[in-house]
């Protein structure tokens, strides 16, 4: 935990997204609590003819950092991705990134398309959305939950603000906060968009969610909303 201005944020997400996150909080002053819910790791999988696609779509540096061997022969795909975390990682590991969308991957794929890029391969974890129309989703990564003690909800109470990076960490925030008999209404959370503050559903004390999936976005959200 770092000495702050008094805001107090819980960084959910896995790593090593999670240090990033708590980084980036912890320089804006806030006090930082890192407790990640899960893990990830890489799965094995064939990589496709690259003939078949017009581009890669990119939804989590995850998938960038777990993909191994099997992205070595679609790297000649441009890369459609969604959040210029993403992009960067894409960058870094020598891919040609053509389009980064910050509107989910809805936007993404309507960028896309109006790049004639109708065909997309998308690198994604396990626990993957359903396909869009246009897509093939390939899963290359696995988030699995982490253990949490029992009663370990109960400091977020203590005005803490919980930040959620997905859909699948806030349903699994909310498991473990009725798990503990934690009073959802004594708990606050700031997530990455509206799709993610609705899988945590209803009775907290406060929930908002920011205008843009970026931590700069969300860290602003908790420090004009905070308590």
């Known amino acids: 935990m770092t000495a702050g201005s008094g805001k107090r944020v819980a960084v959910l997400r896995p790593e090593p997204g999670n ?3 708590a980084e980036r909080a912890a320089a804006r002053g806030f006090d ?3 407790l990640p819910l899960f893990e990830l790791g890489p ?3 064939s990589p496709p003819d690259p003939d078949g696609f017009d581009a890669l779509l990119l939804t989590s540096a995850a998938a960038v950092r777990h993909a191994g061997p099997g992205l070595e022969p679609l790297r000649r795909l441009p890369v459609v991705a969604v959040g210029e975390a993403t992009a960067r990682t894409a960058r870094a590991a020598g891919l040609s990134v ?3 969308g910050e509107g989910g991957v809805a936007t993404a794929v ?3 398309d109006s790049m004639g890029l109708t065909r997309l391969l998308h690198l994604a974890g396990r626990d993957r959305m359903p396909d869009a129309p246009g897509v093939t989703a390939l899963s290359v990564y696995a988030t699995d939950p982490l253990p949490i003690a029992a009663g370990a909800t109960g400091i977020l109470a203590e ?3 919980a930040l959620l990076h997905s859909p699948r960490a806030a349903r699994r925030l909310a498991m473990l906060v009725d798990r503990d008999a934690t009073a959802r209404d004594s708990i606050a959370l700031a997530a990455l968009g509206h799709a993610v503050l609705d899988a945590a559903g209803q009775d907290w004390r406060r929930a908002v969610a920011a205008d843009r999936p970026t931590d700069a976005a969300l860290l602003d959200l908790v420090a004009r909303t905070a308590d």
Do not use: I, K, P, Q
């Open 19 to 21: 240090a990033r996150t």
């Open 32 to 34: 930082v609590m890192r």
């Open 43 to 45: 799965l094995a999988w």
């Open 98 to 100: 053509v389009a980064t």
């Open 110 to 112: 309507s960028l896309a």
């Open 159 to 161: 005005g803490w603000t």
